[in-house]
């Protein structure tokens, strides 16, 4: 089992930046591939970004490309979404996952965290 608890959300003025964090535990992630979802209301869990065990090249939605950048640092157990010229469209609750593959077709979620960009 991995627990997966995300930080760094919260209200940014379009333009701005934030710093998503997400601290797992339970098991070592260096193992598993690391990936960044995002849910707005009434839309479907899309995908942000992830980043494969090897830590290599990290993949991006087209809507992120050159704004948002996914780190992993596995000594801290931890992988980071650095975030920024956030629009409003990037509003959503952005969950953290972990999983076997890079197809995350089962993977664990953490519980959320809300970003909210106003205009």
């Known amino acids: 089992q991995v627990q997966l608890v995300e930080s760094g959300g919260g209200l940014v003025q379009a333009g701005g930046s934030l710093r998503l964090s997400c601290k797992a535990s339970g098991r070592d992630i260096s193992v598993y591939a690391m990936g960044w979802f995002r849910q707005a209301p009434g839309k479907e869990r899309e995908f942000v970004a992830s980043i494969s065990w090897t830590g290599g090249s990290p993949n991006y939605a087209d809507s992120v490309k050159g704004r948002f950048t996914m780190s992993r640092d596995n000594f801290k157990n931890t992988v980071y979404l650095q975030m920024s010229s956030l629009r409003p469209d990037d509003t959503a609750v952005y969950y953290c996952?972990?999983?076997?593959?890079?197809?995350?077709?089962?993977?664990?979620w953490g519980q959320g965290t809300q970003v909210t960009v106003s205009s």
């Open positions: 996952a972990a999983d076997a593959s890079m197809g995350f077709r089962a993977p664990y």
